[in-house]
C-alpha cells in the first residue's frame, strides 16, 4: 500500500491549488484522512481532517480557504486551497488509516504519502 501525493507548485498569492492524496495497493477503503504541511524552520501542522463518514475539520488558518474532500470509489483525497497567501508555503503531506488485504488477512494501518512542495509568491 502506498499514498502519493501530487499537485504542488508555484502559485501567485489569492490563486489555487488542488492536491490529490492517491491510495494504491490492495485497498478496501481509506478510513481517516488528513492533510499536514511542514514549513521551512516549523513543525509538520495539521491543516485539515476528514472522516470516514465525511466529517471535516480545518485549522484556523485556512478556515473558509481550503476545502478537504475524498472520492472513495478512487480511493482518493483531495485539498482544494483558494486565496493563497505567502504563509501558506510549505510541504504538504498526506496521511491516512487504510483498510487493506495481505496474504488474505485484513488489516488496518496509517501511512503517509510523501510531500508535495506549495510556494506562494509572486
Known amino acids: 500500500v502506498q499514498l502519493q501525493a501530487s499537485g504542488g507548485g508555484l502559485v501567485q498569492p489569492g490563486g489555487s491549488l488542488r492536491l490529490s492524496c492517491a491510495a494504491s495497493?490492495?485497498?478496501?477503503?481509506?478510513?481517516?484522512a488528513r492533510w499536514y504541511r511542514q514549513a521551512p524552520g516549523n513543525q509538520r501542522e495539521l491543516v485539515s481532517s476528514?472522516?470516514?463518514?465525511?466529517?471535516?475539520n480545518y485549522a484556523d488558518a485556512v478556515k473558509g480557504r481550503f476545502t478537504i474532500s475524498r472520492d472513495n470509489a478512487k480511493n482518493m483525497v483531495y485539498l482544494q486551497m483558494n486565496s493563497l497567501k505567502p504563509e501558506d508555503t510549505a510541504v504538504y503531506y498526506c496521511?491516512?488509516?487504510?483498510?487493506?488485504?495481505?496474504?488474505?488477512?485484513?488489516?488496518?494501518?496509517?501511512?503517509w504519502g510523501q510531500g508535495t512542495e506549495v510556494t506562494v509568491s509572486s
Open positions: 495497493g490492495r485497498i478496501v477503503s481509506i478510513n481517516g
Open positions: 496521511n491516512a488509516e487504510i483498510s487493506a488485504v495481505d496474504r488474505d488477512i485484513l488489516y488496518e494501518k496509517n501511512y
Open positions: 476528514i472522516s470516514s463518514g465525511g466529517t471535516t
